[in-house]
Protein backbone atom coordinates (compact mmCIF):
# COMPACT_ATOMS: atom_id res chain seq x y z
CA UNK A 1 0.00 0.00 0.00
CA UNK A 2 2.93 2.57 0.73
CA UNK A 3 4.47 1.48 -2.08
CA UNK A 4 1.35 2.28 -4.52
CA UNK A 5 1.05 5.46 -2.76
CA UNK A 6 4.20 6.86 -3.20
CA UNK A 7 3.92 5.76 -6.83
CA UNK A 8 0.68 7.51 -7.23
CA UNK A 9 2.56 10.41 -5.75
CA UNK A 10 5.82 10.49 -7.60
CA UNK A 11 3.02 10.39 -11.00
CA UNK A 12 1.22 13.14 -9.69
CA UNK A 13 4.31 15.05 -9.11
CA UNK A 14 5.59 14.38 -12.48
CA UNK A 15 2.47 15.30 -14.36
CA UNK A 16 2.56 18.85 -12.75
CA UNK A 17 6.46 19.04 -13.75
CA UNK A 18 5.27 18.58 -17.22
CA UNK A 19 2.70 20.43 -17.40
CA UNK A 20 5.05 23.53 -15.63
CA UNK A 21 7.40 22.77 -18.11
CA UNK A 22 5.25 22.56 -21.27
CA UNK A 23 3.55 26.44 -20.14
CA UNK A 24 7.21 27.70 -19.69
CA UNK A 25 8.45 26.14 -23.53
CA UNK A 26 5.37 27.73 -25.02
CA UNK A 27 5.33 31.26 -23.38
CA UNK A 28 9.19 30.88 -23.73
CA UNK A 29 8.62 30.20 -27.83
CA UNK A 30 5.83 32.75 -28.56
CA UNK A 31 8.21 35.47 -26.86
CA UNK A 32 10.96 34.61 -28.80
CA UNK A 33 9.09 33.89 -32.06
CA UNK A 34 7.58 37.92 -31.58
CA UNK A 35 10.93 39.16 -31.27
CA UNK A 36 12.20 38.35 -34.87
CA UNK A 37 8.49 37.77 -36.78
CA UNK A 38 5.90 40.17 -36.05
CA UNK A 39 2.69 40.78 -38.04
CA UNK A 40 1.84 43.95 -40.19
CA UNK A 41 -1.52 45.04 -38.22
CA UNK A 42 -2.01 47.33 -41.28
CA UNK A 43 -3.42 44.26 -43.11
CA UNK A 44 -6.50 44.02 -40.84
CA UNK A 45 -7.78 47.10 -41.58
CA UNK A 46 -6.66 51.44 -41.73
CA UNK A 47 -8.16 51.96 -38.67
CA UNK A 48 -8.01 50.66 -34.54
CA UNK A 49 -10.42 51.16 -32.33
CA UNK A 50 -9.22 51.91 -28.48
CA UNK A 51 -11.38 52.00 -25.30
CA UNK A 52 -10.08 53.94 -22.26
CA UNK A 53 -7.63 55.41 -24.50
CA UNK A 54 -6.19 58.42 -22.67
CA UNK A 55 -4.23 56.82 -19.89
CA UNK A 56 -2.24 53.70 -18.92
CA UNK A 57 -2.17 50.60 -21.39
CA UNK A 58 -4.86 51.69 -23.19
CA UNK A 59 -2.87 55.03 -24.47
CA UNK A 60 0.36 53.27 -24.64
CA UNK A 61 -1.40 50.71 -27.11
CA UNK A 62 -3.44 53.58 -29.31
CA UNK A 63 0.48 55.20 -29.60
CA UNK A 64 2.06 51.81 -30.28
CA UNK A 65 -0.87 51.08 -32.99
CA UNK A 66 -0.08 54.38 -34.92
CA UNK A 67 3.46 54.16 -34.52
CA UNK A 68 2.55 51.02 -36.62
CA UNK A 69 1.03 52.68 -39.49
CA UNK A 70 -3.02 52.24 -37.77
CA UNK A 71 -5.18 55.56 -37.48
CA UNK A 72 -6.56 55.62 -34.14
CA UNK A 73 -10.28 56.01 -33.18
CA UNK A 74 -10.01 56.84 -29.39
CA UNK A 75 -13.25 56.45 -26.77
CA UNK A 76 -13.05 57.57 -23.36
CA UNK A 77 -14.50 60.01 -20.49
CA UNK A 78 -12.45 62.93 -20.55
CA UNK A 79 -12.68 65.46 -23.85
CA UNK A 80 -9.66 67.61 -22.86
CA UNK A 81 -7.43 64.37 -22.38
CA UNK A 82 -8.76 62.74 -25.57
CA UNK A 83 -7.96 65.75 -27.52
CA UNK A 84 -4.65 66.01 -26.24
CA UNK A 85 -3.97 62.25 -26.78
CA UNK A 86 -4.95 62.85 -30.43
CA UNK A 87 -2.83 65.74 -31.35
CA UNK A 88 0.44 63.83 -29.75
CA UNK A 89 -0.62 61.05 -32.02
CA UNK A 90 -1.07 63.24 -34.67
CA UNK A 91 1.83 65.32 -34.38
CA UNK A 92 4.31 62.06 -33.22
CA UNK A 93 2.85 59.67 -35.57
CA UNK A 94 1.48 61.50 -38.60
CA UNK A 95 -1.67 59.36 -38.53
CA UNK A 96 -5.28 60.44 -38.88
CA UNK A 97 -7.85 60.14 -35.20
CA UNK A 98 -11.37 60.18 -34.72
CA UNK A 99 -11.98 61.21 -30.89
CA UNK A 100 -15.62 59.53 -29.21
CA UNK A 101 -16.24 61.14 -25.57
CA UNK A 102 -18.22 58.56 -22.97
CA UNK A 103 -18.89 57.21 -19.66
CA UNK A 104 -18.56 53.25 -19.91
CA UNK A 105 -19.90 53.01 -16.48
CA UNK A 106 -23.14 54.46 -17.45
CA UNK A 107 -24.03 51.74 -19.24
CA UNK A 108 -25.84 50.00 -22.23
CA UNK A 109 -27.25 53.87 -23.34
CA UNK A 110 -24.00 54.92 -24.76
CA UNK A 111 -23.61 52.67 -27.34
CA UNK A 112 -25.76 53.77 -30.25
CA UNK A 113 -23.73 57.16 -30.13
CA UNK A 114 -20.37 55.25 -30.36
CA UNK A 115 -21.65 52.81 -33.22
CA UNK A 116 -22.76 56.35 -34.62
CA UNK A 117 -19.25 57.58 -34.19
CA UNK A 118 -17.53 54.71 -35.78
CA UNK A 119 -19.73 54.53 -38.85
CA UNK A 120 -18.17 54.01 -42.50
CA UNK A 121 -14.64 53.09 -40.75
CA UNK A 122 -12.54 50.68 -42.08
CA UNK A 123 -11.85 49.01 -38.35
CA UNK A 124 -9.56 46.34 -38.49
CA UNK A 125 -8.33 46.34 -34.68
CA UNK A 126 -10.45 46.80 -31.54
CA UNK A 127 -8.29 46.94 -28.53
CA UNK A 128 -11.52 46.33 -25.37
CA UNK A 129 -8.73 48.50 -22.94
CA UNK A 130 -11.20 49.82 -20.42
CA UNK A 131 -11.65 49.07 -16.71
CA UNK A 132 -11.93 49.76 -13.56
CA UNK A 133 -11.16 48.37 -9.96
CA UNK A 134 -13.89 49.50 -7.43
CA UNK A 135 -10.98 50.13 -4.45
CA UNK A 136 -7.18 51.18 -5.18
CA UNK A 137 -6.77 48.92 -1.80
CA UNK A 138 -7.37 45.13 -1.30
CA UNK A 139 -11.54 45.38 0.58
CA UNK A 140 -13.60 43.07 1.46
CA UNK A 141 -16.63 42.90 -1.25
CA UNK A 142 -18.84 45.05 0.96
CA UNK A 143 -16.58 47.62 2.46
CA UNK A 144 -16.06 48.70 -0.92
CA UNK A 145 -17.02 52.70 -0.75
CA UNK A 146 -20.44 53.14 -2.08
CA UNK A 147 -21.51 49.28 -3.04
CA UNK A 148 -24.59 49.38 -4.98
CA UNK A 149 -23.40 52.24 -7.55
CA UNK A 150 -20.12 51.02 -7.51
CA UNK A 151 -21.13 46.98 -8.50
CA UNK A 152 -22.91 48.31 -11.60
CA UNK A 153 -20.18 50.95 -12.34
CA UNK A 154 -17.82 48.12 -12.34
CA UNK A 155 -19.77 45.61 -14.40
CA UNK A 156 -20.70 47.89 -17.16
CA UNK A 157 -17.04 48.88 -17.48
CA UNK A 158 -15.19 45.47 -17.36
CA UNK A 159 -17.82 43.44 -18.95
CA UNK A 160 -20.75 45.37 -21.02
CA UNK A 161 -17.90 47.37 -22.52
CA UNK A 162 -16.36 44.32 -24.28
CA UNK A 163 -19.11 42.60 -25.62
CA UNK A 164 -21.04 45.74 -26.68
CA UNK A 165 -17.73 47.15 -28.18
CA UNK A 166 -17.31 44.07 -30.21
CA UNK A 167 -20.91 43.51 -30.86
CA UNK A 168 -20.54 46.33 -32.66
CA UNK A 169 -17.37 46.04 -34.78
CA UNK A 170 -17.43 42.14 -35.56
CA UNK A 171 -20.11 42.22 -38.05
CA UNK A 172 -18.29 44.04 -40.58
CA UNK A 173 -15.15 42.07 -39.61
CA UNK A 174 -16.86 38.97 -40.75
CA UNK A 175 -18.01 40.56 -43.77
CA UNK A 176 -14.52 41.68 -44.83
CA UNK A 177 -12.98 37.80 -43.52
CA UNK A 178 -10.29 39.84 -41.52
CA UNK A 179 -9.92 41.31 -38.09
CA UNK A 180 -8.40 41.70 -34.96
CA UNK A 181 -10.06 41.83 -31.68
CA UNK A 182 -7.59 42.47 -28.09
CA UNK A 183 -9.40 41.79 -24.96
CA UNK A 184 -7.42 43.09 -22.04
CA UNK A 185 -7.88 41.09 -18.58
CA UNK A 186 -5.35 40.80 -16.17
CA UNK A 187 -3.83 38.38 -13.60
CA UNK A 188 -6.00 38.58 -11.24
CA UNK A 189 -8.27 36.72 -13.43
CA UNK A 190 -6.50 33.80 -13.95
CA UNK A 191 -6.94 32.52 -10.24
CA UNK A 192 -9.69 33.30 -7.59
CA UNK A 193 -8.32 36.46 -5.99
CA UNK A 194 -9.80 37.20 -2.61
CA UNK A 195 -10.13 40.94 -1.35
CA UNK A 196 -10.40 41.80 -5.39
CA UNK A 197 -13.89 39.93 -5.99
CA UNK A 198 -15.80 41.93 -8.60
CA UNK A 199 -12.81 42.70 -10.43
CA UNK A 200 -11.48 39.29 -9.83
CA UNK A 201 -14.50 37.68 -11.27
CA UNK A 202 -14.95 40.61 -14.37
CA UNK A 203 -11.76 39.92 -15.58
CA UNK A 204 -12.38 35.53 -16.00
CA UNK A 205 -15.33 36.79 -17.83
CA UNK A 206 -13.01 38.44 -20.72
CA UNK A 207 -11.06 36.13 -20.33
CA UNK A 208 -13.79 33.34 -21.35
CA UNK A 209 -15.61 35.04 -23.58
CA UNK A 210 -12.48 36.12 -25.63
CA UNK A 211 -11.51 32.39 -25.83
CA UNK A 212 -14.56 31.30 -26.88
CA UNK A 213 -15.22 34.49 -29.78
CA UNK A 214 -11.57 33.10 -30.92
CA UNK A 215 -12.73 29.31 -31.73
CA UNK A 216 -16.33 30.54 -32.86
CA UNK A 217 -14.94 32.82 -35.42
CA UNK A 218 -11.26 31.77 -36.33
CA UNK A 219 -12.58 30.29 -39.22
CA UNK A 220 -14.02 33.53 -40.68
CA UNK A 221 -10.81 35.23 -40.64
CA UNK A 222 -11.02 37.02 -36.63
CA UNK A 223 -8.26 36.55 -34.51
CA UNK A 224 -9.91 37.09 -30.49
CA UNK A 225 -6.75 37.77 -28.30
CA UNK A 226 -6.75 37.99 -24.50
CA UNK A 227 -4.28 39.54 -22.91
CA UNK A 228 -3.81 39.26 -19.06
CA UNK A 229 -1.00 41.29 -17.41
CA UNK A 230 0.52 41.38 -14.06
CA UNK A 231 1.51 44.82 -12.74
CA UNK A 232 1.76 47.59 -15.90
CA UNK A 233 2.47 51.18 -14.21
CA UNK A 234 -0.94 52.63 -15.10
CA UNK A 235 -3.38 55.14 -12.61
CA UNK A 236 -5.15 52.12 -11.45
CA UNK A 237 -1.86 50.78 -9.97
CA UNK A 238 -0.25 54.12 -9.04
CA UNK A 239 -1.12 53.08 -4.80
CA UNK A 240 1.61 50.66 -4.88
CA UNK A 241 4.73 53.01 -6.23
CA UNK A 242 7.82 52.16 -8.45
CA UNK A 243 8.00 48.15 -8.54
CA UNK A 244 10.97 46.06 -10.09
CA UNK A 245 7.84 43.04 -11.10
CA UNK A 246 6.19 45.86 -12.95
CA UNK A 247 6.44 46.75 -16.41
CA UNK A 248 5.65 50.23 -18.08
CA UNK A 249 2.93 51.07 -20.47
CA UNK A 250 4.79 51.78 -23.83
CA UNK A 251 7.51 48.78 -23.38
CA UNK A 252 4.46 46.55 -22.31
CA UNK A 253 1.97 47.77 -25.45
CA UNK A 254 5.25 46.85 -27.93
CA UNK A 255 5.98 43.78 -26.39
CA UNK A 256 1.95 42.23 -26.65
CA UNK A 257 1.19 43.81 -30.02
CA UNK A 258 4.24 41.80 -31.00
CA UNK A 259 2.75 38.16 -29.91
CA UNK A 260 0.08 39.39 -32.20
CA UNK A 261 -0.16 35.72 -34.84
CA UNK A 262 1.44 33.69 -32.06
CA UNK A 263 -1.05 33.88 -29.29
CA UNK A 264 -4.31 34.33 -28.78
CA UNK A 265 -3.70 34.14 -24.69
CA UNK A 266 -0.86 35.44 -23.65
CA UNK A 267 0.03 37.23 -20.47
CA UNK A 268 1.47 39.91 -22.78
CA UNK A 269 5.47 39.82 -22.35
CA UNK A 270 7.92 37.65 -20.72
CA UNK A 271 8.14 39.08 -17.38
CA UNK A 272 4.80 38.60 -16.88
CA UNK A 273 4.46 35.67 -18.45
CA UNK A 274 7.65 34.01 -16.30
CA UNK A 275 5.51 35.80 -12.61
CA UNK A 276 2.28 33.59 -14.06
CA UNK A 277 4.11 30.69 -14.17
CA UNK A 278 5.73 31.11 -10.94
CA UNK A 279 2.42 32.03 -9.23
CA UNK A 280 0.70 28.71 -10.20
CA UNK A 281 4.04 26.72 -8.79
CA UNK A 282 4.24 28.26 -5.47
CA UNK A 283 0.89 30.52 -4.65
CA UNK A 284 -1.95 27.90 -5.59
CA UNK A 285 -5.58 28.25 -5.33
CA UNK A 286 -5.81 26.02 -2.30
CA UNK A 287 -3.16 28.67 -0.16
CA UNK A 288 -4.19 31.80 -1.95
CA UNK A 289 -8.21 31.05 -0.60
CA UNK A 290 -6.99 29.68 2.86
CA UNK A 291 -7.89 31.75 6.04
CA UNK A 292 -4.03 32.14 6.60
CA UNK A 293 -3.60 33.75 3.26
CA UNK A 294 -7.04 35.99 4.06
CA UNK A 295 -5.58 37.02 7.34
CA UNK A 296 -1.95 38.29 6.33
CA UNK A 297 -3.73 40.00 2.96
CA UNK A 298 -6.31 41.93 5.78
CA UNK A 299 -3.21 42.56 7.73
CA UNK A 300 -1.45 44.27 4.99
CA UNK A 301 -4.43 46.09 4.06
CA UNK A 302 -4.65 47.62 7.14
CA UNK A 303 -1.00 48.49 6.92
CA UNK A 304 -1.09 50.30 3.64
CA UNK A 305 -4.75 52.39 4.99
CA UNK A 306 -2.61 53.54 8.00
CA UNK A 307 -0.40 54.62 6.13
CA UNK A 308 -2.17 56.53 3.28
CA UNK A 309 -3.73 58.25 6.05
CA UNK A 310 -1.02 59.37 7.13
CA UNK A 311 0.53 60.57 4.62
CA UNK A 312 -2.54 62.59 4.27
CA UNK A 313 -2.63 64.20 7.30
CA UNK A 314 1.35 64.78 7.06
CA UNK A 315 0.70 66.50 3.52
CA UNK A 316 -2.74 68.38 5.00
CA UNK A 317 -0.59 69.86 8.11
CA UNK A 318 2.29 70.80 5.81
CA UNK A 319 0.18 72.81 3.37
CA UNK A 320 -1.78 74.38 6.30
Known amino acids: MERLVFCLGAAALLRLLLKWSWRAWCGFRVHVLSRFLQVDLRTYGRWAVVTGA ?10 ELARRGMDIVLISRSAEKLRQ ?78 TQMTRLVLPRMIERRKGLVINISSEAGSQPQPMLAM ?27 CVAPF ?24 EALNTVGHATFTSGCMSHALQNLALSIFFPDWLRL ?31
Open 231 to 254: MVFTNMTRHLGVNPLAKRAPEFAW
Open 85 to 162: VAGDIESRFGRKTRVIQTDFTEGPSIYAAIEGGLQGLDIGILVNNVGMNYSELLSRFLDIPSPEQKITQVINCNIMSV
Open 54 to 63: TSGIGRAYAN
Open 290 to 320: SSFCMKHMEDYAQRVRQQGKEALDSSTYKEE
Open 199 to 225: YSATKIFVTYFSRCLDAEYRLRGITVQ
